[in-house]
């Protein structure tokens, strides 16, 4: 999954939106203004996410601690993630050696976490407006 690919797939989420915050350079996608992804690309001597990764894109994804561990350890790409909790966050650099599909339900995962921990009208308003299946992928 490139740049490009994991923007359009956050995008599809119901009520999903993008900011910019940051700059231009950084994406922040949002539900019910609660970030779950933020994109962005390393610079080009890669430190922060070390220098094997340098000008690769990542995208931050909310994540289960214990599930957080067992995809450091699964997957060299998915790291502690840059500037946010350790804990509850990872990065994941988008280069072909990680499944498009896994990224995907990554991502789903990320955008699940937050959703149901949205206030309580928020997460009523979306649980009306959408099937369950489409918000807790």
Known sequence: MNKEQAKHYCLTLPDAS?????????????????MFALLATCNQRGSELGEQFAGCSFLNLKCDPDEAFMLRDIFPEVLPAYHMSKKHWISV???DSIPYKEIERLIDRSYGLVVKNLKKSDRTHLELKYPANELYR
Do not use: A, D, H, Y
């Open 18 to 34: 993008v900011s910019f915050p940051f700059g231009t350079e950084v994406s922040v996608f949002k539900v019910k203004n609660k």
């Open 93 to 95: 650099v988008l280069i």
